[in-house]
């Protein structure tokens, strides 16, 4: 009984190692394809950088 319980377990481990690392690849691959450099819109200027960075602004809010 212990015999079978122990070839269940290392049968489990080495799928799920195997599932997690296919994962992985998978996950990495869809990064490098889609997402493989930052996106800077063209018409970039102070304003943007300043509210993006959290800068103070001229604007205030209302309530």
Do not use: C
């Amino acid at each position: 009984m212990s015999l079978v319980k122990k070839d269940f377990n290392r049968r489990l481990v080495k799928e799920i190692t195997i599932i997690l690392i296919i994962k992985i690849v998978l996950l990495l691959t869809i990064k490098h394809i889609w997402f493989d450099a930052p996106t800077i819109p063209k018409d970039f200027d102070n304003q943007v950088a300043e509210h993006i960075a959290g800068t103070n602004s001229q604007i205030k809010e209302t309530r």
